[in-house]
């Protein structure tokens, strides 16, 4: 029998990692406000918010409005038939 030849053994080195630095303690103080909490910029999202809420605002309007006309109807239908049963038959 032939021996078999040992191969040799490499080691395998794991890649060095980066070491983690930490990062730097800031301090806990409230910044101060870049603009004033009044302060009032007319943007592009100010015309789609004024948009958007005209919209809400019309279609609550408009669903008032039906709602007022069902009534209306409703309070048709029950004086004819409070009318119908006052009225005697000949």
């Known amino acids: 029998m032939a ?3 040992k191969k040799p053994t490499t080691k395998k080195t794991a ?3 980066a070491a983690a630095h930490a990062a730097q303690v800031k301090s806990f103080r409230v910044a101060k406000p ?4 009044f302060h009032f910029d007319f943007t592009i999202q100010t015309v789609y ?5 005209t919209l809400v605002i019309s279609l609550a309007l408009w669903v008032m409005s039906l709602n007022m006309q069902v009534q ?3 309070d048709q239908i029950d ?4 009318s119908m049963d006052i009225a ?3």
């Open 34 to 37: 870049t603009t004033p909490f």
């Open 3 to 5: 021996t078999a030849k």
């Open 72 to 74: 209306d109807i409703y």
């Open 88 to 90: 005697p038959v000949k």
């Open 15 to 17: 890649p060095k990692k």
């Open 49 to 53: 918010w004024l948009i958007l809420s």
């Open 79 to 82: 004086k004819t038939n409070e």
